[in-house]
């Protein structure tokens, strides 16, 4: 009797305790709860601490964070029929509980959902653009426009696509290949200029030097003939001043020098005429002479 | 033990190869703890008597434990955050504090002033031979140019705690990977700001520029997720063309020492032939300057001499005409081969045998007597004196 008296005391405490502790419940600052009351919500608490509910109250847990949300990497063909390797991912919230908890289970069943929506709403933007786009001051716009995107088709889940960034946008490898190829090619072709042009201004360099070359050496010579015709024009004006102080004197004399440098030679055989000046004595005897002349 | 070395050795081993702690010393069996504890208290609580004071210290014990488990301390670096029931109440600076015991507050103590370092695109290299240090990530480090070209680089992002609410509340921040989220950020703003950018540039002129717009972008996008995390610094490491094109790369800059050496092979010779084409220049005017001195001296010579000369000729002019013109006469016909014909004889000429002609006659310079004819005559002259215009 009195042992039974203890056990039901003892029950009903913890009875109650339960019934207490059901009633209390705590909000962290990075949660916030819905109350639900036989299935159909209540009250929505935003507030972190300590909060007290009814026991016939369930309170459902949601992060109020902002979520992450990788997608994997994949391919995506824009519009121009080139092949992007995209790696982006997206960062969400809950904004509406109720909605949230009315058409998800649960944060990972969410994210379940969220990834193909946003591996389409990539597809669909980025299949919409021209690669070359990516390249270009417009990837910001692009990834805005996926967001938009995106909340749209997430608005009646109660979430809120905060911000989607692409990653990586990469080139499959055989394009990277091509690409390789194209830049070893610029690259050479760059060399070859260089070289062509180092041959260019090697000759340049060269040729010019001869011209110079030759002008010096030109100049010089002109200077020299215009010297060697000084030289000779004041022979002639030395030599014609003496000269012409007796032009048959310097007929004869000149003449005299003449023969004596022109006819060295012994092998000369000169055939000469007894009656010659020379000879004037030669025949006649040192009379002679007289009945010459 | 699963981990227990399989080569038969005996010797049991940890999970990552290590042997058995020295000393031999065993995990704490807690069945012979508790047993020891319990032969503690039962020491200073006299037998028998355990029931209902026993349970009162016992219950001292724990709740003074349970109080001092609120006790937590706070390093200079980092800065204390109070929640009550999840609730933030207050934050504490550097020191011993104490915070009501779970579950009623918790305590974060995040470090705020460290700089957390993210290596992007690389890994601290674990090899020693590798003299960059740093071993490639390609997946990472290889983006898109805006000049479709791809580009190698590394680069480091340095970030801290700016806003410790707002980094432990407002983003999930996969507790423990804090850098997943900043990586990622970090990834996407560098690639956007390479992807407007050409090739040569990032590798050369514009990478200052690049690291303050990723740092700006970066800072934007964590903002705008109110992260509570401020980037510090962006460094770009290596900014390189991609292993496969490198040789490429490297050859351009062969070819531009190339041209330099063209240049230089070219500036070389033209300073080789310049000043001996000058040299040549001045010889050829001192030639001619000594040419000209040569032909006034020679001109003055013979001038003077011809004056002399006629000086003396002047005096006396028909016997020194005469003296001339014999003394000539006689050197000139000294060595030649004479034959003396008599105007009266006229049948001989036609019988006398001439020598044969020279084949090529020695063009005559009477105009230059100062370069005589060196080699012997062979010519024939005739030399009539009848004919002699004038004669002595």
């Known amino acids: ?293 | 033990m699963p981990w227990t070395n399989q080569n038969g050795g005996g010797q049991p081993k940890g999970p990552w190869g290590q042997g058995p702690a020295p000393g031999g010393v065993r995990p704490p069996d807690f069945e012979s703890l508790l047993r020891k504890a319990w032969d503690e208290v039962r020491r200073f609580v006299p037998e028998g008597s355990l029931g209902r004071r026993g349970m009162t210290v016992i219950g001292v014990i724990a709740f003074g434990l349970w109080l001092l488990s609120g006790v937590y301390t706070v390093d200079p670096k980092e800065q204390g955050v109070v929640l009550r029931f999840g609730k933030f109440v207050e934050h504490t600076g550097s020191g011993m504090h104490w915070h009501l015991p779970w579950p009623i507050e918790t305590a974060y103590t995040p470090n705020v002033t460290d700089a957390n370092q993210i290596d992007i695109g690389y890994k601290v290299s674990t090899d020693k031979n590798n003299p960059s240090g740093a071993d490639d990530v390609p997946d990472e480090s290889y983006m898109l140019t805006g000049d479709e070209n791809i580009v190698d680089m590394h680069f480091t992002v340095y970030w801290r705690i700016k806003d410790a609410n707002a980094f432990l509340f407002n983003v999930d921040l996969n507790l423990g990977k804090q850098d997943d989220v900043v990586k990622a950020v970090a990834e996407s703003a560098m690639r956007e700001v390479v992807g407007q950018d050409h090739m040569d540039e990032i590798m050369t002129s514009d990478r200052e520029q690049i690291q303050l717009k990723v740092k700006r972008l970066m800072q934007q996008t964590l903002d705008s997720y109110k992260a509570g995390i401020l980037v510090t610094e962006v460094k770009m490491q290596k900014a390189e063309p991609p292993n496969e094109v490198r040789e490429a790369y490297l050859d351009v800059q062969k070819a531009l020492a190339d041209q330099e050496r063209k240049r230089n092979e070219g500036e070389a010779y033209a300073n080789a032939i310049i000043p001996q084409a000058r040299g040549d220049a001045a010889h050829i005017l001192q030639d001619a300057e000594a040419y000209k001195q040569q032909m006034i001296a020679e001109a003055t010579g013979e001038a003077s001499r011809f004056l002399s000369v006629y000086q003396e000729y002047k005096k006396a002019p028909q016997v020194t005409r005469q003296r001339i013109y014999l003394e000539t006469m006689s050197r000139v016909l000294a060595p030649m081969n004479k034959v003396i014909v008599d105007d009266s004889a006229k049948g001989v000429v036609p019988y006398f045998q001439l020598p044969a002609p020279p084949k090529t006659a020695a063009p005559a310079r009477p105009q230059q007597p100062q370069q005589p004819p060196q080699q012997p005559s062979n010519e024939q002259v005739t030399v009539s004196p009848g004919d002699q215009g004038g004669g002595p």
């Not at chain 1, 601490?49 to 949601?62: D, E, I, M, N, T």
């Not at chain 1, 994997?72 to 997206?90: G, M, T, Y």
């Not at chain 1, 690409?179 to 070289?195: F, G, H, L, S, W």
């Not at chain 1, 005299?256 to 022109?262: E, F, L, T």
């Open chain 1, 1 to 293: 009797m009195n042992r039974a008296l203890g056990l039901s005391v003892a029950v009903g405490v913890l009875l109650v305790l339960g019934i207490l502790i059901s009633c209390v419940y705590t909000v962290a600052q990075t949660q916030e709860v819905l109350l639900v009351q036989f299935g159909a919500p209540v009250a929505q608490v935003d507030a972190p601490g300590l909060h007290f509910k009814s026991p016939l109250q369930r309170a459902y847990f949601f992060d109020r964070r902002l979520l992450n949300l990788d997608a994997p990497s994949e391919e995506v063909i824009a519009l121009d029929k080139k092949r992007i390797l995209v790696d982006a991912f997206a960062r969400w919230r809950i904004v509406d509980p109720l909605l949230f908890y009315q058409t998800q289970d649960n944060l990972d069943q969410a994210t379940g959902r969220l990834k193909p929506i946003l591996s389409s709403s990539i597809r669909e933007v980025l299949g919409s653009q021209d690669f070359a786009a990516m390249l270009s001051g417009r990837r910001s716009a692009l990834m805005r426009q996926i967001r938009d995107k995106m909340n749209h088709d997430v608005k009646a889940f109660g979430i809120v696509i905060a911000d989607v960034r692409i990653r990586r946008a990469d080139l499959p490898q055989e394009n990277s290949l091509a690409i390789y190829q194209r830049m070893q090619k610029e690259r050479e072709r760059e060399a070859a200029e260089y070289r062509a042009q180092g041959d260019e201004i090697n000759q340049r360099i060269r040729a010019r030097a001869e011209r110079e070359v030759t002008v010096i050496k030109a100049e010089a010579s002109s200077q020299a003939a215009i010297l060697r015709g000084q030289g000779d024009a004041e022979k002639t004006r030395i030599t014609a001043q003496a000269y012409s102080q007796d032009p048959g004197f310097f007929a004869f004399y000149r003449s005299m020098q003449a023969y004596q440098d022109s006819l060295p030679g012994s092998n000369t055989t000169v055939i000469l005429s007894p009656k010659s000046d020379f000879f004037k004595y030669f025949g006649e005897g040192p009379g002679g002479g007289s009945g010459r002349k």
